[in-house]
């Protein structure tokens, strides 16, 4: 079988610049680079420990559905690794983040949380208990 490792996620946004700069200052992502893509879009390219995080606005200025943080089905939500939930959540809290699960111990043996990002975005934050 061929080897697969996760390439970038991508994700949509009226303005890309903006949602890139809330990446920036509450998770520290770097700007890794700017585009224009097919059906004129405009792309910001952030980066986070190899992964890329593409954020795109709409093809041909369609009028596109906002997304939910609600249950739904296909991708949910996306999820950072830290070491140090308490202090992240602190910080994040602090500068008017919405949370959406306060930190909370899993059955899976993480300790994890739910914010909200920009553009409905659901962002889980994962902390090992052992």
Same mark, same amino acid.
């Given at each position: %079988?061929?080897? @697969?490792?996760?390439n970038h996620i991508h994700l949509r946004a009226p303005n890309p610049e903006e949602s890139a700069k809330w990446y920036v200052d509450n998770f520290g992502l770097k700007i890794q680079g700017r585009a224009n893509g097919l059906g004129g879009t405009d792309t910001v390219r952030l980066e986070v420990d190899n992964l890329t995080i593409n954020?795109?606005?709409? +093809?041909n200025q369609e009028d596109i559905p906002e997304g939910t943080t609600e249950s739904h089905f296909g991708l949910e939500h996306f999820g950072f690794h830290t070491d140090d939930i308490a202090t992240m %959540?602190?910080?994040l809290e602090s500068k008017g983040?919405?949370?959406l699960l306060p930190i909370t111990d899993s059955p899976s043996g993480n300790r994890i949380s739910y914010?909200?990002?920009p553009d409905n975005v659901m962002i889980e934050l994962?902390? +090992? @208990?052992?």
């Open positions: %079988m061929a080897k @697969l490792r996760v954020i795109t606005s709409a +093809p %959540m602190k910080d983040v919405k949370v914010v909200e990002g994962v902390q +090992p @208990l052992s």
